[in-house]
């Protein structure tokens, strides 16, 4: 089988790619190298340098390809970002979408597609665990832009028989077992790349805010291995490939369990053998306090359970990775 990985140079992207290479499914990544990297790529994997919002392009490759599945990674997601710039945001992850379901609708309706989503659609969640048809009250264009781009795909699957899921992962972490690839964001963000990267020399760690209504007080978030993500992708897919023209839903991707930015800073430094060095600084905006996923439906609707999220494994991978890639790529 082939699947058509649009952002699969990215960070998820990347390990999914591993993932289905290693399971026998063959690979052609879509991307545009904004974010992503060549290098990310695994050999065996055929390339398109390209972008999601050529219409033309995506409708050449679909008919090239002819994918048994299409996975669509590709968008902007820093938070921050996209409450300063949203048009750049609702551009690519909004009209990106809808580019993307046009070409599909002309040259491949009966193909599956797997979407990439986010815990952030909800906003600040109303109670916890967040189970998926939980009130969804975006709190930034990047947490709006994927919600609509969930209504897209649901809307035209019910209007034109597109099948889809939309997937929304809790933090995605970890790195390929091999040390090849992992977390290589340009502008990285993300906690637990930072933290590493603080005790092998880079910037200090910030702790952005110790006064949340949490245990500890910083906040919690409910973190899943790439190689989860990438796992659940690969079922997702087979369910859907099954389903009947128009099938449509959504699914949670996460352990179920939270971890507080402090224990996170803990677990690192028990790995590593030394204290991280920290400070607190104001919280971010738009932070929520606590994050974790209900993983009963996921569990259902696609036989998916975490498997390689412990933070003892999530971290070692991460370490070992940055440890060999201390620039990037
Ligand atoms: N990292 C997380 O914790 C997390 C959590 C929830 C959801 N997500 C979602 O998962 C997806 C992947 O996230 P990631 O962390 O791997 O991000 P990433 O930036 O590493 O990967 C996205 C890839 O898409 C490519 N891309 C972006 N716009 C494009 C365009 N117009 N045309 C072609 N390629 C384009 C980038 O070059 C990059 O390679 C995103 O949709 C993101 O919103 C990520
Ligand atoms: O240097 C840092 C980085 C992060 N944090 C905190 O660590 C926690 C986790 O932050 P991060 O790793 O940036 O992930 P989230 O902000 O939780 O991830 C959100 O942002 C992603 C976009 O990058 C979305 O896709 C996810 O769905 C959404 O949960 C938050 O409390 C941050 O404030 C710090 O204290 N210091």
């Known amino acids: 089988m082939k699947f058509l990985v649009i952002g699969g140079a990215g960070y998820i992207g990347s390990h999914f790619i591993y993932e289905a290479i290693e399971q026998g499914y063959q690979c052609i990544a879509l991307d545009n190298l904004s974010e ?18 050529d219409l033309q392009l995506l409708k050449k490759v679909i008919v090239d390809v002819n994918p ?45 597609l797997v979407f990439s989503s986010t815990c952030a659609v909800f906003g600040v969640p109303e109670s916890l665990p967040m189970k998926e048809n939980d009130p969804k009250k975006p709190i930034s264009p990047y947490g709006r832009s994927k919600l609509m781009a969930e209504y897209l795909i649901e809307d035209y699957a019910n209007a034109y028989g597109i099948k889809g899921m939309a997937l929304r992962y809790f933090n995605a972490c970890g790195a390929h077992e091999s040390a090849r690839i992992g977390e290589a964001h340009r502008c990285e963000t993300h906690l637990i790349p930072n933290v590493i990267k603080s005790t092998l020399g880079g910037k200090p760690l910030v702790i952005f805010g110790d006064v949340f209504d949490t245990p500890d007080g910083t906040c919690v978030r409910d973190y899943i291995h790439v190689k989860d993500l990438a796992i659940a992708h690969i079922k997702a897919a087979e369910i859907l490939i099954k389903k009947p023209k128009g099938f449509y839903d959504v699914y949670q991707l996460g352990t179920g369990q939270g971890y507080s930015n402090l224990e996170i800073v ?64």
């Open 36 to 53: 992503g990297h060549r290098q990310a790529l695994h050999p065996d994997c055929d390339f398109v340098e390209g972008d999601l919002l």
């Open 68 to 112: 048994d599945a299409v996975f669509h990674f590709a968008a902007y997601a820093l938070v921050g970002e996209s409450v300063s710039d949203p048009s750049k945001y609702y551009r690519n992850n909004v009209e990106g979408v809808r580019t993307l379901l046009e070409a599909m609708r002309e040259q491949c309706p009966q193909t599956p």
């Open 266 to 329: 803990k677990t690192i430094e028990k790995v590593v053998g030394r204290p991280v060095e920290f400070s607190y600084g104001d919280p971010r905006p738009g932070d929520p306090p606590a994050l974790y996923t209900a993983v009963e439906k996921a569990r259902e609707g696609l036989g998916f359970e975490a498997q390689y999220s412990s933070l003892d494994y999530i971290i070692r991978t991460a370490i070992a990775w940055h440890e060999a890639h201390p620039d990037g790529f």
